[in-house]
């Protein structure tokens, strides 16, 4: 692997053994070209000189003078292309956010490492570093760019199709509803994800005809669901911006009454992710489509503005607990304090738990085991469209059983 790849490699601590420690590893892994600086200033030095910049450094946080995060500042004013691995002996929540930190600052980074380094996590980061490398001669996937005119025809000539993403009640594996997830079938780039469309919408003042038209067929959708006997939830994201004119209650009362759908059959997802405008509307909004039943999921909880003062505020009966506190909670004491605190919320208030981004089964056993009301992710079903669910829920019904996702003292979804 590595005698194929001429990395140049920096290595910054204030630790003379470390760096002779570090140094061996490399060079048994295949490394050669290696530098080694005890401080910040000399490191900069190698970094400015363009015959030993380095393709990778690994960083040491906690050094005299100089340490680990002014250090990344001062790459970041250079303009550092190259890899960054995290070697410290503080403890990991301390990494965690320092990574974060420098993923903020656009560097890329590949891990972090704890010491006593181990020869085999580094060698772990590192086939991170090959791979990386190996593809720089690819053309990258670059996300293509929607103008506004473009998705406003996507819009009016019913390129938007809805998917829908099963959540299931985790004591029992029932089927309680879907959340509706918008899909753009482009004729020639074919599916076009949200993140590529959404935020146009939102700034070009094209996101509540697009909300409606998502409305609209997650509501006849809704209906047939309903008239076949199946007793689902269908939720619909709703975007601040949304909330913004009082129009917007008349248009989803309306929609669900030519659908023929009941209001308590309908979820509306409000993210956090933005400030609210006027607060008056958006309040006013929200509590008359509770009082006629519908019901309000805030979404992604935990990531965005004032959540405590939302759930305070507004009539919400769902918390949907967001993904990035869910998958690997059960290994990672951070998360698992953050996601607890949430569930308990959420029980407190009297509020179903949707856990997000349920990605493994052992992010499924987490949720048996604290009492996790519902459940939604890539473990138990990617989106799909409506035609397809059927065929899924039978097949998800044969997994319960063959992998004894609930327990037999709870009885099977029938």
Known sequence: ??????????????????????????????????????????????????????????????????????????????????????VSGEDERML?????????????????????????????????????????NKKENVPKIYDAEIIKKAITTGELVNYYQPKVRVKTGEVAGVETLVRWHHPVDGVIYPGQFIGVAEQCGLIDLLTETVLKQAFAQAGIWQKLGCDLKVAVNVSMDNLASLDFQDTVVKLATE??????????????????????????????????????????????????????????DELKIDQGFVHRASEDE?????????????????????????????????????GCDLAQGNFIASPMLAEELGAWVKKWRDRIGAEALVSLSEGRVQ
């Open 259 to 316: 659908a023929g759908v009941l209001p308590g059959r309908i979820v509306l997802e409000i993210t956090e992710s933005q400030l609210m405008g006027d607060e008056r509307i958006s309040l006013e909004i929200l509590t008359r489509l509770r009082l006629k039943r519908f019901h309000l999921s805030i979404d992604d909880f935990g990531t965005g503005h004032s959540s405590l003062a939302q759930l305070r505020d507004i009539p919400f």
């Open 334 to 370: 951070t998360l698992r304090a953050i996601y607890d605190a949430s569930l308990a919320l959420a029980k407190q208030l009297d509020m179903e738990a949707v856990a997000e981004g349920v990605e493994d089964r052992e992010d499924w056993e987490l949720l048996r085991q604290t």
């Open 96 to 136: 965690k956010t320092t990574e974060k930190l420098v993923q903020a600052h656009k560097i890329p980074i590949l891990g972090y490492l704890q010491k006593p380094v181990q020869p085999e996590a580094l060698r772990m980061q590192l086939m991170k570093m090959a791979s990386s490398l190996s593809g720089q």
């Open 1 to 86: 692997m590595a005698e194929q790849l001429p990395i140049r490699i920096l290595i910054l601590d204030d630790d003379p053994f470390i760096l002779k420690l570090l140094t061996r590893m490399l060079a048994n892994l295949g490394f050669s070209s290696v530098d080694c600086s005890e401080d910040g200033t000399n490191a900069l030095k190698l970094l400015d000189n363009v015959a030993t910049r380095p393709d990778l450094i690994l960083l040491d946080l906690n050094m005299p003078g100089m340490d680990g995060i002014e250090f990344v500042r001062h790459l970041v004013e250079r303009g550092y292309s190259g890899s960054l691995i995290l």
